[in-house]
């Protein structure tokens, strides 16, 4: 190992050969499940060392040969730091069942239905939301929610479609739901989180008027054109947005 560990792209090659699936972005979503955590030099780039390595290879070992879901990697996990077995580990039959009531190869399945939805590895107006359909039961195993929690960010706006009940979720509100459970939990409520479709619909009105014209010319050229500038407008408008709330949030605690 390098003096000061390996990059995140250093990583990526060792494990490439034997993971052909891994991605940077799946690095970084494992990260952001909390079932890694590389040091951080002091300028924020990430630094893995040897038992890093390991441990990514023990997580996509898990994943790939024996369809364990996240959940059950990150309990075994925790065993194995704590100095327990990690447990008896075998592989899934079709009606093999976890703990929350998924069954494991479709708790599998949602979870790189989820890693895709939050990757970063190219334009996201470029591709459709990632092909999973999750029931209102499997939403909730996903995500901690309750039934009518969920019900509740449906009739908001903020997951599946708000005229239809029986309508499936896609991987987008896959997403969705897993931000409006953290926010739920610091104290919110759902009819709270109104505002941010409300500002959605907002700024998709916007967009429509700088991009219609492009759209309309039913060329694939145009609608490239009209996809890369819809994709920067979102990015700068995202980081106007962070900007505004940062600086009246630091007036706020700050003041007097």
Same mark, same amino acid.
């Given at each position: 190992?390098?003096?000061?560990?390996?990059? &995140?792209?250093? @990583?990526?090659?060792? +494990?490439?050969?034997?993971?052909?699936?891994?991605?940077?972005?799946?690095? /970084?979503?494992?990260?952001?499940?909390?079932?890694?955590?590389?040091?951080?030099?002091?300028?924020?780039?990430?630094?893995?060392?040897?038992?890093?390595?390991?441990? !990514?290879?023990?997580?996509?070992?898990?994943?790939?040969?024996?369809?364990?879901?996240?959940? @059950?990697?990150?309990?075994?996990?925790?065993?194995?730091?704590?100095?327990?077995?990690?447990?008896?580990?075998?592989?899934?039959?079709?009606?093999?069942?976890?703990?929350?009531?998924?069954?494991?190869?479709?708790?599998?399945?949602?979870?790189?239905?989820?890693?895709?939805?939050?990757?970063?590895?190219?334009? +996201?107006?470029?591709?459709?939301?990632?092909?999973?359909?999750?029931? !209102?039961?499997? +939403?909730?195993?996903?995500?901690? !929610?309750?039934?009518?929690?969920?019900?509740? +960010?449906?009739?908001?706006? &903020?997951?599946?479609?708000?005229?239809?009940?029986?309508?499936?979720?896609?991987?987008?509100?896959?997403?969705?739901?897993?931000?409006?459970?953290?926010?739920?939990?610091?104290?919110?409520?759902?009819?709270?989180?109104?505002?941010? /479709?409300?500002?959605?619909?907002?700024?998709?009105?916007?967009?429509?008027?700088?991009?219609?014209?492009?759209?309309?010319?039913?060329?694939?050229?145009?609608?490239?054109?009209?996809?890369?500038?819809?994709?920067?407008?979102?990015?700068?408008?995202?980081?106007?947005?962070?900007?505004?709330?940062?600086?009246?949030?630091?007036?706020?605690?700050?003041?007097?």
């Amino acid at each position: 190992m390098a003096a000061d560990g390996f990059t &995140i792209g250093e @990583v990526l090659n060792q +494990l490439k050969e034997e993971f052909e699936d891994i991605t940077i972005s799946k690095i /970084r979503f494992l990260e952001s499940e909390g079932l890694i955590y590389p040091d951080r030099t002091e300028s924020g780039y990430r630094k893995f060392t040897d038992d890093d390595v390991d441990r !990514l290879r023990f997580i996509l070992s898990a994943q790939r040969d024996h369809y364990l879901p996240l959940r @059950v990697i990150r309990e075994q996990l925790e065993r194995l730091d704590a100095g327990e077995p990690a447990g008896d580990v075998r592989a899934p039959t079709d009606d093999t069942v976890d703990g929350d009531g998924l069954a494991s190869k479709r708790a599998a399945e949602i979870a790189r239905a989820l890693e895709a939805a939050v990757g970063d590895s190219g334009p +996201l107006l470029d591709q459709p939301a990632a092909r999973v359909s999750l029931s !209102l039961r499997e +939403l909730c195993d996903a995500t901690g !929610l309750e039934a009518d929690a969920v019900k509740s +960010l449906r009739e908001y706006g &903020i997951v599946g479609d708000r005229g239809d009940d029986g309508a499936a979720f896609d991987a987008d509100d896959l997403l969705a739901a897993r931000a409006a459970r953290d926010l739920l939990r610091l104290g919110l409520e759902p009819r709270h989180l109104r505002m941010y /479709r409300q500002f959605v619909d907002r700024e998709l009105a916007l967009f429509e008027q700088l991009v219609t014209p492009l759209l309309r010319q039913r060329n694939p050229e145009a609608r490239r054109q009209a996809t890369r500038q819809l994709e920067e407008l979102a990015g700068l408008t995202g980081r106007m947005k962070r900007a505004l709330l940062v600086r009246a949030l630091r007036t706020y605690v700050h003041r007097g």
